[in-house]
């Protein structure tokens, strides 16, 4: 009778128990999970909806939405798609958001951003640029604003060295004559591919404008020399362009006698 209880203790028992001490085992064996503290950049959970334009809180952080190095910031073709400036680290001296689709620059835009020296902002959709939003930026020196569609140019930082606005919807009423009377170091001027009817007063510093393709019909001996003297010398203008304007040169023979060469391109 003992041998048949202890038979059945055994057969009825002993798995129980050993599978009990297998579970502890197990369990006292288990890793614990690694975890990993993130910053809070305040992402949303819900990615899909994040939006670039406008200074919310739960927008992406800049240096996670475009790529920040030693002073640069790139932004270009950013996804999704990008549809005003971002807010910028404050040592930000270049900014390249080209080929998005930014529709204005606002004066808030480049506030306090002392370092800047260079904006490009090629191949955007910017038809509006406030009159303040680069006019305070003190070391401002190159500026891009290609391939967008602008009518009118805003205030010009002082400072400014090259500016280009090809293929844009400038006008003459958008470009004042007097736009770049005080900017007396720029030396590079692009406005080719515009709806330009006359040619704004030009600073002595350039070395290079280019206004190809335009619709000016005519210009005078003062337009790049000054028609009074046949001593003036226009010593740094070393190349224009007025390629693909319905002006015909050849009706303004004293226009360029204070340039070390005669425009560049086909003329009527």
Partial sequence: ?????????????????????????????????????????GIPHDTDTISVAGPKAEELPTCLLCVCLSGSVYCEEVSPEMSAVPAL????????????????????????????????????????????????????EELTLA??????????????????????????????????????????????????????NLPESLHVVHLHNNKIASITDETFCKGNTSYYIRSNMDEVRLDGNPVILSNHPNSFICLHTLPLGWYN
């Fill in 1 to 41: 009778m003992m041998k048949l209880r202890t038979l059945i203790f055994t057969s009825v028992m002993l798995p129980w128990i050993l599978s009990s001490a297998a579970n502890e085992y197990m369990e006292a064996r288990k890793p614990e999970e690694d975890t990993v503290d993130f910053p809070d950049y």
């Fill in 89 to 140: 680290p404050k040592e930000t001296a270049y900014l390249y958001a080209r080929f998005n689709k930014i529709t204005k620059i606002s004066n808030g835009d480049f506030a306090d951003m002392a370092t800047l020296k260079r904006i490009d902002l090629t191949g955007n959709l910017i038809a509006e640029i406030e009159d303040g939003a680069f006019s305070k930026l003190p070391n401002l």
């Fill in 147 to 200: 391939e967008n569609k602008l009518t009118r140019l805003p205030i010009l930082p002082v400072k400014l060295v090259s500016l280009n606005a090809n293929f844009n919807k400038l006008t003459t009423q958008g470009v004042k004559a007097n736009a770049f009377k005080k900017l007396t170091k720029l030396e590079y001027l692009y406005l080719g591919n515009n709806e330009m009817t006359a040619v704004p």
